[in-house]
């Protein structure tokens, strides 16, 4: 019982403080780029990192752009989030949305939208996803002959944007010389529940997606938002399109994956100020919303499942309990084993608490939350869980579809059961 507690413990101790000291999956200033920020002295990288030449000024001509976005019952933001597309300083672009078989007020919106943008154009999407296609990817496929620009961006309902967004993703696109370009937004969480579960979330992606790692053009990591994909269109195309990825539900990482497995350029940055949303409403659409991602990020594989949840019990849920049991040991029975096992301890749930302070402080939300990443594991090992259960008892359910074994695929198998489809 010692032994194993102290195996556990070192474990703990050695993953926590490696996640603290390591540059690697380090999210921060080095990777924030805000409406003030000049691309000429944006390396991200640097020094290691070879930099395209010097950005010299605004183009002379700024390149045409098509943003296409899918919404499904989204009517009580579209105002907000579509307006503030529809009113952005670029002088030459346009918005393609889809309704995609709303039952809101949706249609009246985008309506009303519409009289007041001449850009703006509306596709109302009247069927299903066919077997074999995901929702979104579907939605998406629908404008896929209003992606004629040299530049294609894809985005999400639920997003607002600052007036300059646009402007300054594409000044960083020309001077990095990107064929993807993918922008993370300020995520505003206004429940505990929210909170909690971006908490571990982005703990999480960014340990398995590190930036540092997803913009390194020799590792094949890809950490891409489907909130922000600022596509070359000639890149967009090479890679099949958005038909490419159409069973997958965590389909802005698997474009991302494929787009930098064919050579090209991808890069992803992070913001404060340029584009912001609240991606749930609550515990409860927290809940549901991370349930449909969670288990098709272990690739639909039971053994990687039981690795993830175990790792989020021992290295998360169970971390403050380690100091109790070993002190109680170490009063019942004091010497250097139990002294070293409570020294271990202790030094992983502070190692723990400070690297998540790091993160909500990156978040935006109160630092006293770092105390509550034990919760957060708690939160997402159940849904986790939920998640797994979900695929092989009835399939997965979102937007008020279910998505069946049958329907996905896994990440790590998209290239290779798309490309196989292409060549019959």
């Known amino acids: ?198 908490m571990a979330g982005m703990k999480l992606i960014t340990t398995f997606f590190p930036l540092t790692s997803s913009n390194d053009p020799g590792s094949p990591a890809a950490l891409t938002a489907g909130g922000f994909l600022l596509f070359r269109r000639e890149a967009y195309e090479a890679i099949g399109r958005h038909e490419a990825v159409r069973q997958q539900v965590i389909e802005d990482i698997a474009l991302g994956r494929r787009t930098k497995s064919r050579g090209l350029a991808v890069y992803t940055v992070a913001t404060h100020d340029l584009m912001h949303g609240r991606m749930y409403e609550g515990w409860r659409d927290t809940y549901r919303g991370l349930k449909k991602n969670a288990y098709a990020g272990s690739n639909y594989n039971l053994l990687e499942f039981a690795g993830g949840a175990l790792g989020l019990l021992l290295l998360g849920v169970l971390v403050p309990v380690y100091p109790v049991v070993a002190a109680v040991a170490w009063h019942i029975h004091p010497g250097p084993l139990n002294g070293a096992i409570l020294a271990l301890a202790v030094l992983a749930l502070g190692a723990m608490l400070v690297d998540m302070r790091r993160a909500v402080r990156f978040l935006g939300f109160p630092a006293a939350n770092a105390l509550l990443a034990p919760l957060a594991a708690a939160f997402f090992l159940a849904i986790y869980s939920h998640s797994m259960i979900d695929h092989y008892f009835g399939g997965a359910v979102w937007s008020g579809r279910r998505y069946q074994p049958r329907h996905v695929v896994a990440l790590a198998r998209t290239d290779d059961t798309i490309d196989a489809g292409e060549k019959k």
Request: hydrophobic share 45%; aromatic share 8%; proline share 7%.
């Open 1 to 198: 019982m010692v032994w194993t507690l102290l195996l556990i413990v070192t474990l703990a101790a050695a993953a926590w403080t490696g996640e603290l000291f390591s540059r690697r999956h380090r999210v921060g200033q080095k990777f924030l780029y805000n409406h003030a920020t000049s691309p000429a002295a944006f390396h991200g990288l640097a020094p290691d990192d070879a930099t395209p030449a010097a950005w010299v000024g605004d183009p002379p001509a700024w390149p045409a752009v098509t943003i296409i976005l899918p919404g499904r019952n989204e009517g009580h933001v579209l105002a907000r989030t579509l307006g503030s597309l529809c009113r952005m300083d670029y002088p030459n672009y346009r918005v393609v949305f889809v309704d995609d078989q709303s039952t809101d007020d949706t249609a009246a919106v985008c309506a009303a939208l519409q009289a007041q943008h001449s850009h703006l154009a509306v596709i109302h999407n009247t069927q299903p996803p066919p077997d074999g296609w995901v929702g979104k990817v579907w939605a998406v496929h629908q404008a896929r002959a209003h992606a004629t620009t040299p530049y294609v961006l894809f985005t999400d309902a639920d997003l607002e944007y600052h007036p300059q967004c646009l402007r300054q993703m594409m000044r960083l696109a020309l001077h990095r010389q990107t064929d993807l370009l993918s922008l993370l937004p300020r995520i505003q969480a206004d429940t505990l529940g929210e909170r909690l579960g971006l």
